[in-house]
């Protein structure tokens, strides 16, 4: 970590850790710098939070839920102040997607549908508030009772984020937590945090009030402190499932609520059936390469083991590996770019080591498998892979076993629905997965049969705000967006009351 550390930066603005209102430097002094993932060169220096730093935001966040308006505020002003977030993300959405597809080599396209996403969470949770703010009356079999339960803000949150796609992870988190009338400390990765600085300076311009959206910018120790801090009741984690774990360990003897967002080893299952006409095979080609390499498959979602039915699978791959050949490698920012770069030299090396050993298992290299050279669009210096298909997989290698973020597709093949099913359940993970047939039975019975928390039917990559997100098995616990997403930041309270209250049975009357 600290090969990243570097002093203060005198022409560069630190202010990027925001406490009660009030955006400053590091209390070290210190700031980190953040790279861009095309060339390799210094984007920005931004804070360097540390323990200090997170104490102090977890006060004024405490303060900001115990003794402000905050969460006693009407429904109809929370969601009034997620309206105008909404609508200055949408003034902003040019530059936060420049700033996003700069800070996570992403395409211009992917990070402006990133934006959009973002204003729909926040109008989403703002209209959902709205109508699930009333409480439930439950009959207590009694005329002389009136019983209801309640829904009120957990408390003060600590929301950690990963580097794959940051403004979507802070705003699925932050419109929910809000909504629901909690205060937060966000600390987003280490990598990217640019779109979430921004973020953080909407939230104040559409006038919420100090303390309630705190920001440290900072590494892993930040995220330590927030999960054992005792004035925090909530954490909500994305990231690997050995943070994962760290977290949940830290955050237990405080009995803190833990939300996990973790990886996924997202199956994609074609059916022959579906590639009969040229259109049906076109869209199944099409859909499994985007699935695969959208923002390079580091996508947390990335459909990147395919499983194919046997009658077509030359035929698939070969197209496969002939679209892949061709898709056009570079800056995110540039026009016609359709994949960037790693976000990191460590990426690439573990994606590079992790085609070496599928090579050395006996997998086919039928498409990349090499760093492409440096051209007009691919500048030297960043941290570019090419797209990569590895025919001849199967369950035992570890590059189908493995969770490696990048442009890897494995293929598997499989010969009747059984088998599909087995296979794509065969995995530790269980996040989204992908199946494309034009039976309609089949569909839905494979749909219903795949333990993943999310299921394509011939498509890839689409979601709704109304439509929670989230894992089985190791891909994580709980659930963003749809009802789950808010109910996840409140507690529910039952309230008793009793209408006549008068003596019924003297416990000291002898
Ligand atoms: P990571 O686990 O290394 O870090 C995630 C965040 O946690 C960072 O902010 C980091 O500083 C912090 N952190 C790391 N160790 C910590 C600890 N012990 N205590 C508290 N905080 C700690 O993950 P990453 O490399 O940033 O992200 C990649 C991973 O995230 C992949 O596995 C990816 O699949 C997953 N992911 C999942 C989703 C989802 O929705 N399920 C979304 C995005 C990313």
Same mark, same amino acid.
């Given at each position: 970590?600290?090969?990243?550390?570097?002093?203060?930066?005198?022409?560069?603005?630190?202010?990027?850790?925001?406490?009660?209102?009030?955006?400053?430097?590091?209390?070290?002094?210190?700031?980190?710098?953040?790279?861009?993932?095309?060339?390799?060169?210094?984007?920005?220096?931004?804070?360097?939070?540390?323990?200090?730093?997170?104490?102090?935001?977890?006060?004024?966040?405490?303060?900001?839920?115990?003794?402000?308006?905050?969460?006693?505020?009407?429904?109809?002003?929370?969601?009034?102040?997620?309206?105008?977030?909404?609508?200055?993300?949408?003034?902003?959405?040019?530059?936060?997607?420049?700033?996003?597809?700069?800070?996570?080599?992403?395409?211009?396209?992917?990070?402006?549908?990133?934006?959009?996403? #973002?204003?729909? *969470?926040?109008?989403?949770? =703002?209209?959902? $508030?709205?109508? +699930?703010? &009333? %409480? @439930?009356?439950?009959?207590?079999?009694?005329?002389?009772?009136?019983?209801?339960?309640?829904?009120?803000?957990?408390?003060?949150?600590?929301?950690?984020?990963?580097?794959?796609?940051?403004?979507?992870?802070?705003?699925?988190?932050?419109?929910?937590?809000?909504?629901?009338?909690?205060?937060?400390?966000?600390?987003?990765?280490?990598?990217?945090?640019?779109?979430?600085?921004?973020?953080?300076?909407?939230?104040?311009?559409?006038?919420?009030?100090?303390?309630?959206?705190?920001?440290?910018?900072?590494?892993?120790?930040?995220?330590?402190?927030?999960?054992?801090?005792?004035?925090?009741?909530?954490?909500?984690?994305?990231?690997?499932?050995?943070?994962?774990?760290? #977290?949940?360990? *830290?955050?237990?003897?405080? =009995?803190?609520? $833990?939300?996990? +967002?973790? &990886? %996924? @080893?997202?199956?994609?299952?074609?059916?022959?059936?579906?590639?009969?006409?040229?259109?049906?095979?076109?869209?199944?080609?099409?859909?499994?390469?985007?699935?695969?390499?959208?923002?390079?498959?580091?996508?947390?979602?990335?459909?990147?083991?395919?499983?194919?039915?046997?009658?077509?699978?030359?035929?698939?791959?070969?197209?496969?590996?002939?679209?892949?050949?061709?898709?056009?490698?570079?800056?995110?920012?540039?026009?016609?770019?359709?994949?960037?770069?790693?976000?990191?030299?460590?990426?690439?090396?573990?994606?590079?080591?992790?085609?070496?050993?599928?090579?050395?298992?006996?997998?086919?290299?039928?498409?990349?498998?090499?760093?492409?050279?440096?051209?007009?669009?691919?500048?030297?210096?960043?941290?570019?892979?090419?797209?990569?298909?590895?025919? &001849?997989?199967?369950?035992?290698?570890?590059?189908?076993?493995?969770?490696?973020?990048?442009?890897?597709?494995?293929?598997?093949?499989?010969?009747?629905?059984?088998?599909?099913?087995?296979?794509?359940?065969?995995?530790?993970?269980?996040?989204?997965?992908?199946?494309?047939?034009?039976?309609?039975?089949?569909?839905?019975?494979?749909?219903?049969?795949?333990?993943?928390?999310?299921?394509?039917?011939?498509?890839?990559?689409?979601?709704?705000?109304?439509?929670?997100?989230?894992?089985?098995?190791?891909?994580?616990?709980?659930?963003?967006?749809?009802?789950?997403?808010?109910?996840?930041?409140?507690?529910?309270?039952?309230?008793?009351?009793?209408?006549?209250?008068?003596?019924?049975?003297?416990?000291?009357?002898?």
């Amino acid at each position: 970590m600290s090969a990243h550390r570097s002093p203060v930066h005198p022409a560069t603005p630190l202010e990027t850790v925001h406490i009660d209102g009030q955006a400053r430097p590091a209390t070290s002094g210190t700031g980190r710098e953040i790279h861009d993932p095309a060339d390799g060169t210094v984007l920005a220096i931004v804070a360097e939070g540390d323990v200090a730093d997170a104490d102090a935001a977890v006060a004024a966040a405490r303060r900001a839920f115990d003794d402000g308006p905050w969460p006693h505020r009407s429904v109809a002003e929370r969601a009034e102040l997620l309206r105008r977030v909404a609508a200055l993300l949408q003034r902003d959405r040019e530059e936060i997607a420049i700033i996003e597809s700069r800070d996570t080599g992403r395409t211009l396209e992917e990070c402006h549908a990133d934006v959009d996403d #973002v204003t729909g *969470a926040f109008r989403y949770f =703002a209209d959902l $508030v709205m109508t +699930e703010s &009333g %409480g @439930r009356v439950v009959d207590a079999g009694d005329p002389d009772v009136h019983s209801v339960v309640v829904h009120e803000a957990v408390g003060v949150c600590a929301l950690i984020t990963s580097w794959n796609d940051p403004l979507l992870q802070a705003g699925r988190t932050i419109a929910p937590a809000l909504a629901a009338g909690n205060t937060f400390v966000l600390k987003p990765s280490e990598v990217t945090p640019l779109s979430t600085v921004h973020l953080i300076r909407l939230l104040a311009e559409a006038g919420l009030p100090a303390g309630i959206a705190n920001l440290i910018t900072g590494g892993d120790q930040v995220g330590a402190r927030l999960s054992e801090h005792p004035d925090v009741d909530l954490v909500s984690f994305t990231g690997g499932l050995d943070g994962g774990a760290k #977290v949940a360990q *830290a955050a237990a003897p405080t =009995a803190k609520q $833990v939300l996990m +967002e973790l &990886g %996924g @080893r997202n199956p994609n299952i074609v059916f022959a059936d579906f590639c009969a006409t040229d259109e049906g095979f076109d869209a199944a080609v099409d859909g499994t390469l985007r699935a695969a390499f959208l923002h390079s498959g580091q996508a947390r979602s990335a459909g990147s083991r395919l499983m194919v039915e046997e009658l077509v699978r030359e035929r698939f791959v070969s197209e496969l590996a002939r679209r892949a050949d061709s898709i056009r490698l570079g800056r995110g920012t540039l026009d016609g770019v359709e994949c960037g770069p790693l976000i990191s030299a460590r990426q690439l090396a573990e994606v590079e080591a992790c085609v070496t050993s599928a090579r050395e298992e006996g997998a086919v290299v039928r498409s990349g498998g090499s760093r492409p050279a440096a051209t007009g669009t691919v500048p030297a210096g960043g941290h570019f892979y090419r797209p990569t298909v590895l025919d &001849g997989c199967h369950r035992e290698m570890r590059v189908v076993r493995e969770a490696v973020l990048g442009p890897i597709l494995t293929v598997e093949t499989f010969r009747t629905e059984e088998e599909a099913v087995t296979l794509a359940n065969d995995t530790e993970y269980g996040l989204a997965g992908a199946v494309w047939t034009g039976d309609a039975g089949r569909a839905r019975r494979v749909a219903r049969r795949l333990r993943h928390g999310t299921v394509w039917i011939n498509d890839y990559h689409r979601g709704l705000p109304q439509a929670e997100w989230g894992g089985f098995g190791r891909s994580g616990t709980g659930r963003v967006l749809g009802p789950t997403g808010l109910a996840r930041y409140r507690v529910s309270k039952h309230i008793w009351q009793n209408l006549n209250p008068r003596p019924k049975r003297r416990l000291s009357a002898g």
